[in-house]
T-cell receptor, first 116, second 114 residues
Framework: GAGVSQSPSNKVTEKGKDVELRCDPI?????LYWYRQSLGQGLEFLIY??????PDKSGLPSDRFSAERTGGSVSTLTIQRTQQEDSAVYLC?????WGQGMTEAFFGQGTRLTVV | AQKVTQAQTEISVVEKEDVTLDCVYE???????LFWYKQPPSGELVFLIR??????QNEISGRYSWNFQKSTSSFNFTITASQVVDSAVYFC???????????FGKGTRLHILP
């Protein structure tokens, strides 16, 4: 696609429910990143993928968070048993990998998650 | 470990003043890239500039300029003759060749007062 696409753009869920956030990166970008941004705060790194593998999962806040990427393209971030502190904007970005000739990361518009 | 420090949490200046946003980074990689992004109130992250570690030339783009100094591990961003539309949060970021992960600073919130 022309840009990074995230869905849904907004999600309101009840505490304790599971949610799935989707990211469709720019075609051909092998690197994919997930960040979380709480209101008025900076970007908190969650996880990144090189192709379908995730070399660094160190940023995932707890074992309720997981992510996968299939076909070197679409990625899904899953939050199980959501808590109110999970409320934030979840941002996805993609880029060429270092070996491809690194470029800047292109960001999607984000998914605003509200846990009530 | 990679680290990006933006010591200025919030800055307010009057329109038409010049303002410099500081960025200091830490990396053990010999090859790396530095970036600046702008996040206006609408929320989207807008790429401004990329600089690789072998290119220390300063860059000017209109009212924007960047000063990259490896000796001080800094990549500062100056807005000349600021405008209200420059009001945003600005993020500095780093990626190294051994740790293929983009690390962001905490951002500087810039207010341009009319």
């Amino acid at each position: 696609g022309a840009g990074v696409s995230q869905s849904p753009s907004n999600k309101v869920t009840e505490k304790g429910k599971d949610v799935e956030l989707r990211c469709d990166p720019i075609s051909g970008h092998t690197a994919l990143y997930w960040y979380r941004q709480s209101l008025g705060q900076g970007l908190e790194f969650l996880i990144y993928f090189q192709g379908n593998s995730a070399p660094d999962k160190s940023g995932l806040p707890s074992d309720r968070f997981s992510a996968e990427r299939t076909g070197g393209s679409v990625s899904t971030l899953t939050i199980q048993r959501t808590q109110q502190e999970d409320s934030a904007v979840y941002l996805c970005a993609s880029s060429l990998a270092w070996g491809q000739g690194m470029t800047e990361a292109f960001f999607g518009q984000g998914t605003r998650l509200t846990v009530v | 470990a990679q680290k990006v420090t933006q010591a200025q949490t919030e800055i307010s200046v009057v329109e038409k003043e010049d303002v410099t946003l500081d960025c200091v980074y830490e990396t053990r990689d010999t090859t790396y890239y530095l970036f600046w992004y702008k996040q206006p109130p609408s929320g989207e992250l807008v790429f401004l500039i990329r600089r690789n570690s072998f290119d220390e030339q300063n860059e000017i783009s209109g009212r924007y300029s960047w000063n990259f100094q490896k000796s001080t591990s800094s990549f500062n961003f100056t807005i000349t003759a600021s405008q209200v539309v420059d009001s945003a949060v600005y993020f500095c970021a780093l990626i190294g060749n051994r740790d293929d992960k983009i690390i962001f600073g905490k951002g500087t919130r810039l207010h341009i007062l009319p």
